[in-house]
C-alpha cells in the first residue's frame, strides 16, 4: 500500500518539476462562412487567424474539399505568441448548387523541443451558387427587406410634400382682373 501511494506521490512530482507538454493556441474568425455566389463571377472573403499562445508557430489554411473553387493567400504563415494574419479567401464557382466544405487552419511549433499536437480548427463553409440573374434579384430584394421601413417612411414624407406643396401652389393661383371696358354696377 505504501508503495503504491510512493508512485502516486513520484509521478504528481514530477508533472510539476518537469518540462509540461504544451500545444499551440490558434483560433479563428469568423466561426463560420455562408456565401452567396454566381456561376463564373469570383466572390472574395477574409478570415482571421489568430495565436493564442505563448509561443511561435507556422501556421495553414487549406480547404478540405472544392480546391479547384478555392483560393486561399496566404496559405501558410509564421504568427508570433499574440499575433494574428488576414487570409483572403477567394471562391469562383463553376456550377450551380448548394456546396459545402471545410476550412481547416493547422499550426505546427517552431521549437523542435517543444511537444506540440498539432492543434488545428475547421471553419465550415457553404456556398449557395446560382445563376447571374438570380443572384442579382435576391441581393436586390436582400436590400430591400432590409431597408423596407426607411423606404416607406422616404415614399410617405415625398406624398405629403406633393400634397402640401399642390395646396399651396392652388391658393396662389393668379387672380385674373376683369377686363377694364366692363361696365361696373353700382347699387
Not at 47 to 70: H, K
Request: charged share 25%.
Amino acid at each position: 500500500m505504501r508503495l503504491k501511494i510512493l508512485i502516486i506521490f513520484l509521478f504528481v512530482f514530477s508533472l510539476f518539476f518537469f518540462d509540461s507538454a504544451l500545444a499551440i493556441g490558434i483560433g479563428a474568425k469568423p466561426s463560420f462562412l455562408d456565401l452567396e455566389l454566381k456561376v463564373g463571377q469570383p466572390q472574395k472573403t477574409k478570415i482571421l487567424v489568430y495565436n493564442i499562445s505563448q509561443e511561435a508557430g507556422i501556421f495553414q489554411v487549406f480547404s478540405d474539399e472544392l480546391n479547384e473553387w478555392i483560393k486561399i493567400e496566404p496559405n501558410s504563415f509564421r504568427l508570433e505568441a499574440g499575433e494574428n494574419k488576414e487570409v483572403k479567401i477567394k471562391v469562383l464557382a463553376k456550377e450551380e448548387g448548394k456546396k459545402a466544405t471545410n476550412l481547416s487552419v493547422l499550426v505546427a511549433s517552431l521549437d523542435r523541443r517543444s511537444f506540440s499536437v498539432g492543434p488545428g480548427l475547421k471553419i465550415p463553409l457553404r456556398l449557395n451558387v446560382r445563376e447571374g440573374e438570380s443572384i442579382f434579384l435576391a441581393s436586390l430584394l436582400a436590400v430591400f427587406s432590409r431597408h423596407l421601413p426607411w423606404l416607406i417612411v422616404g415614399i410617405l414624407v415625398i406624398c405629403l410634400i406633393g400634397f402640401f406643396l399642390l395646396k399651396y401652389l392652388k391658393k396662389r393661383k393668379k387672380v385674373i382682373p376683369p377686363p377694364a371696358n366692363l361696365p361696373v354696377s353700382s347699387d
